[in-house]
């Protein structure tokens, strides 16, 4: 699957040898009501579409110097259904982060150590289930989330960035890929 499509472009990104850069815009973010009262959907976010289960993989570097600059991977059904995960930046400190949206946003946090220069994400799709994975070095992973997401005929899948209280936040994503389960309901 290759990621063809964006929510939102930036106005400044970039793709080759496998690596994908970009600068985020102005007061970005990805959110729905839940304790701060707003909806957001302006956050960028490239994308492929797919169906079934599937294991998405992506590393992410980043700039992180402003509160709740962010990015990682998105699966996305529509405006209300979506889960983001990856680092979010928040007084200070790098957390592994994932938010869960079923109409209302949810937020899930543990703080990463060191200020980590990358973070690898993956994310298993397994029918109504998304499991939010993260590792230091792409390959010993632990658990950050297991959470329930309705299945959908078709998702957006790929990788997001925002940066809710400014602009110029930069990332860059690699090793990005995505390997299609097949699960044997009977097991």
């Not at 592994?96 to 060191?114: F, N």
Request: hydrophobic letters at 40%; charged letters at 25%.
């Amino acid at each position: 699957m290759q990621l063809a499509q964006w929510h939102n472009p930036p106005a400044d990104w970039s793709s080759r040898e496998g690596k994908i850069w970009a600068k985020t815009g102005l007061k970005t973010d990805f959110w729905r009501t839940t304790h701060y009262g707003f909806i957001r959907d302006s956050g960028h976010f490239l994308y492929g579409e797919l169906s079934g289960n599937f294991i998405a993989t992506v590393r992410i570097s980043g700039r992180y110097e402003e509160l709740y600059d962010q990015a990682g991977l998105m699966v996305r059904a529509d405006a209300q259904h979506w889960m983001k995960c990856g680092i979010e930046f928040v007084e200070g400190v790098q957390y592994a982060s994932a938010v869960v949206t079923r109409e209302r946003s949810d937020w899930s946090v543990a703080p990463l150590l060191g200020q980590p220069k990358s973070l690898w994400m993956q994310v298993h799709r397994r029918e109504e289930a998304i499991e939010v994975k993260y590792s230091l070095d792409g390959k010993e992973y632990q658990l950050l989330r297991l959470a329930y997401f309705p299945e959908h005929s078709k998702l957006a899948v790929g990788v997001m960035c925002a940066s809710p209280e400014r602009e110029g936040f930069e990332v860059t994503f690699d090793n990005f890929s995505i390997q299609s389960l097949d699960i044997d309901v009977d097991d």
